[in-house]
């Protein structure tokens, strides 16, 4: 079922490194997710957990992993296959926009951030984020019958070079 689902305070869940699990069908995504064409089925499940830390700076972090056994269409032979999704990320929270901007120009170090303002972040957004960016932009079987087919044409004559001998 899908809900809200929302950390309400930030800091104490970061700080005292609480955790959520979570496990939606794809059917439960918002539509900017399950919309996607990609998907095969809307029945499997993306799953994972979201811990609350710090860094040594005392920032808040929000470490979020995500798993998912997940059927999409191959773009090239359009059959379903199935695709494992894996994603770790830290992700720093900061309170709004400017401060996100300026610490990922001051900081050497690769780092990525959200904003959750008012001390409040909407995990579902976070996870449906993540979904998509885990997303390959174009699926396809890793050997897909249809690329071998291609390759095998591919060493036949033209038919029409031998017409126009
Ligand atoms: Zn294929």
């Not at 990609?38 to 957990?49: C, K, P, R, T």
């Not at 494992?84 to 401060?99: Q, R, S, T, Y």
């Not at 690329?147 to 126009?164: G, Q």
Request: net charge negative; proline share 4%; aromatic share 6%.
């Amino acid at each position: 079922m899908k809900t809200d689902w929302v950390i309400d305070e930030v800091d104490d869940f970061t700080r005292n490194e609480k955790n959520l699990t979570f496990d939606y069908k794809i059917s439960d995504l918002s539509k900017r997710v399950s919309s996607s064409e990609l998907f095969a089925s809307l029945e499997d499940n993306i799953y994972g957990i979201i811990k609350g830390e710090t860094d040594e700076l005392m920032r808040p972090i929000i470490r979020l992993e995500l798993e998912g056994d997940i059927k999409l269409i191959c773009q090239v032979c359009l059959k379903p296959f199935s695709y494992h999704i894996d994603e770790k990320v830290d992700l720093i929270v900061f309170e709004n926009d400017e401060d996100l901007t300026k610490a990922l120009h001051d900081d050497n170090v690769d780092i990525e951030g959200i904003v959750g303002e008012n001390n409040v972040l909407n995990l579902l957004d976070l996870i449906e984020d993540q979904v998509l960016l885990a997303m390959p932009f174009s699926p396809q079987h890793e050997h897909c019958e249809n690329e071998r087919l291609k390759e095998i044409n591919k060493d036949r004559p033209n038919p029409f070079s031998i017409l126009k001998n």
